[in-house]
């Protein structure tokens, strides 16, 4: 279907459907194009399928067939599927806080609103990359990774939000029965003022 489409709209320059139009206009006055669902028992059909299912695999060969617009669909997808295997055999705190969705690309957009103070986005971000100030700043001072001072045991921002008992009052006073890793994965304004507020009643709002 999308092939007839792509065939269909004149204004796609590239080689092969150009070359297709051209050869169908040659030979016949009008023409219909018409999609037929499946494949099954259309030898012709179902080898063109595999050939096109398959193609992802082999290198790209540049030709002069090839237009700016196909290299630059074929960078964006080799990217992307790159991007994605990395991406879903890590274990990054960026990860985990997605985790009914396993590629990077399908993450909800953070939406700018500037009714809201740019710090609560900062920090909130900041709790998204599990980068903050708390817990990644001693790379900069040199100095050992920071401890809970209540567990002894690394700061994260998994420990500061979910682990560290020290906080179990306020954080189920905010978030109730709510996993707070949760509201990094949607960013709602409401879910980002929760996790502000937290971070201020815990104390530890300016130091993230
Ligand atoms: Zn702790």
Not at 21 to 45: C, E, F, Q
Not at 66 to 82: A, E, M, R
Not at 114 to 132: D, E, V
Request: include cysteine.
């Amino acid at each position: 279907m999308s092939a007839i489409q792509y065939i269909s709209n004149s204004a796609n320059l590239n080689f092969y459907a150009t070359a297709i139009r051209n050869i169908l206009s040659s030979n016949h006055k009008r023409l219909t194009l018409i999609w037929v669902p499946g494949h099954s028992g259309i030898r012709g059909n179902e080898l063109a399928d595999e050939t096109a299912k398959n193609a992802w695999k082999y290198p790209f060969i540049l030709t002069e067939n090839h237009n700016s617009s196909d290299l630059s669909s074929y960078i964006d997808t080799v990217f992307k599927s790159k991007f994605s295997e990395i991406f879903d055999n890590s274990s990054s705190h960026y990860k985990n806080i997605n985790f009914n969705k396993t590629s990077i690309f399908n993450f909800t957009p953070l939406k700018h609103d500037h009714k809201f103070p740019r710090a609560y986005l900062t920090k909130y971000i900041r709790l998204r990359l599990g980068h903050t100030n708390l817990t990644h700043s001693h790379l900069f001072n040199r100095s050992p990774p920071p401890s809970c001072p209540f567990c002894r045991i690394l700061f994260s921002v998994h420990h500061l939000l979910i682990e560290c008992p020290h906080f179990s009052t306020i954080r189920n006073s905010i978030f109730g029965n709510t996993n707070p890793i949760t509201l990094l994965g949607d960013p709602t304004k409401s879910n980002i003022l929760l996790t502000i507020k937290y971070l201020q009643s815990v104390g530890l709002y300016t130091q993230i």
